[in-house]
């Protein structure tokens, strides 16, 4: 199992996982919340922690 990051919205602050591989796409890297839908940056999203 890939490593998973815990990440926060930036505009509604729901909390999802990403996998390691879409986290390590670079700070270009585009996450979609799964709740809001919003699109934003990696640099944006506040990483809480890894699961491994």
């Known amino acids: ?6 990440v926060n919205c930036p ?3 729901t909390r999802f996982y990403a996998e390691k591989a879409i986290w390590d796409e670079g700070e270009e890297g585009e ?3 799964p709740s809001c839908l ?3 940056r990696r640099r944006d999203g506040k990483r ?5």
């Open 1 to 6: 199992m890939p490593p998973i990051f815990f």
């Open 48 to 52: 809480i922690r890894a699961m491994f």
């Open 31 to 33: 996450l979609l919340c």
């Open 38 to 40: 919003h699109r934003f």
């Open 11 to 13: 505009k509604c602050d």
